[in-house]
């Protein structure tokens, strides 16, 4: 599809956003000896490294790949562990670190996993939400911008795999010739 791309969010908005999503998490486990950060791959890559690097204390990082959407831009709800997190989260606290929560399938779905694994906490940062978009209820404990439902890429969210490297928020805008 031929189209060009708005910005939506600039690199100035999504750095207030994650500076005080940053502020509550470090207000919230400022008691916590440790901190599992996961995050969900490809998607989360970008906010992840931006968000760690604004928290305090013992942090630790794990990555795991749950994807719904392959190369369709509709989820399919058919939600598939594609590789696992490296270490036991038993007894852990954990935080789920996520680009965009959407349907809410992918994060209901891990967050089941994860939950059964008997964390000592389990949260979630979701830095967009399309809140009128969701299916399954998620509770979403640290939000960065919510917005509505358009089509967007960059900051780790891809367009058929690509915009992810954008540091910037753009919309999908569909143009003449297709
Ligand atoms: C996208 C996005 C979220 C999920 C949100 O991931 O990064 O993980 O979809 O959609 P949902 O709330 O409707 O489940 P995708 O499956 O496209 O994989 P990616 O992270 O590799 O892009
Ligand atoms: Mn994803
Ligand atoms: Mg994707």
Redesign the pocket.
Do not use: M
């Given at each position: 599809m031929k189209h060009t791309l708005e910005v939506m969010i600039s690199e100035q908005e999504i750095n207030q956003a994650l500076d005080t999503m940053a502020e509550q998490i470090n207000r919230d486990y400022a008691g916590v000896d440790s901190l599992l950060v996961v995050g969900?791959?490809?998607?989360?890559v970008i906010v992840m490294s931006d968000l760690v690097r604004r928290l305090d204390g013992n942090v630790q990082m794990d990555f795991m790949?749950?994807?719904?959407?392959g190369s369709s831009t509709e989820?399919s709800g058919d939600?598939k562990i594609v590789m696992d997190l490296a270490q036991s989260i038993k007894g852990r606290h954990v935080l789920l670190v996520?680009?965009?929560?959407?349907?809410?399938?992918?994060?209901s779905k891990v967050l089941a996993l994860l939950n059964s694994r008997e964390p000592a906490s389990l949260a979630i940062a979701s830095f967009l939400d399309k809140p009128t978009?969701r299916v399954v209820d998620v509770d979403v404990k640290y939000t960065g911008v919510a917005i509505p439902d358009e089509f967007v890429v960059g900051y780790?969210?891809?367009y058929a795999e690509s915009y992810r490297q954008l540091p910037y928020i753009a919309k999908v805008v569909p143009s003449d010739g297709e």
């Open positions: 969900l791959l490809k998607g989360s790949t749950a994807s719904s959407y989820s939600v996520e680009d965009i929560i959407d349907t809410g399938r992918t994060l978009r780790g969210l891809d």
